[in-house]
C-alpha cells in the first residue's frame, strides 16, 4: 500500500511559478514509476510528467516541456513538480500518482496503481 499526499498548489499570475510536492509513504519513490497528472473542469484527466530509475529518467507532455521539471528526493519520499513560466491554461487539479510494476505505459491514467487526492494550481491572466 502506497500512501501520496500532495501539496504546493495555490494561486499565482501568469508567467510565475509553483512548485508541488508529492509525499509518499508505504514506499519509497526510488522503487516506484511516479507521475503527475492534472484534470480541469469538464476535462479529461491528462498527463503532465513521469519520473523512474535509478538514474531517474523523466517524461514530459509536450505542452508542459521546458516550463516544468519534474524531479524527486528519495531520502524525503518525494517527488516535485517544478512549475514556471506558467499560463492560464496550466489551471487544473493536480495529482501525484504511483506505478508499482513499472508497465511501460507512463502517460496513461490507468497504468498508476495509487492516487493522491490533488492539489489546486489556479493561474490568472
Known amino acids: 500500500q502506497v500512501q501520496l499526499t500532495e501539496s504546493g498548489g495555490g494561486v499565482v499570475q501568469a508567467g510565475g511559478s509553483l512548485r508541488l510536492s508529492c509525499a509518499a509513504s508505504?514506499?519509497?519513490?526510488?522503487?516506484?514509476?511516479m507521475g503527475w497528472f492534472r484534470q480541469a473542469p469538464g476535462k479529461e484527466r491528462e498527463f503532465v510528467a513521469a519520473?523512474?530509475?535509478?538514474?531517474?529518467?523523466?517524461y514530459y507532455a509536450n505542452s508542459v516541456k521546458g516550463r516544468f521539471t519534474i524531479s524527486r528526493d528519495n531520502a524525503k519520499s518525494t517527488v516535485y513538480l517544478q512549475m514556471n513560466s506558467l499560463k492560464p491554461e496550466d489551471t487544473a487539479f493536480y495529482y501525484c500518482a504511483a506505478d508499482v510494476g513499472a508497465s511501460g505505459n507512463y502517460y496513461a491514467p490507468r497504468t498508476y496503481d495509487y492516487w493522491g487526492q490533488g492539489t489546486q494550481v489556479t493561474v490568472s491572466s
Open positions: 508505504g514506499r519509497t519513490v526510488s522503487t516506484l514509476v
Open positions: 519520473i523512474r530509475g535509478i538514474v531517474s529518467i523523466t
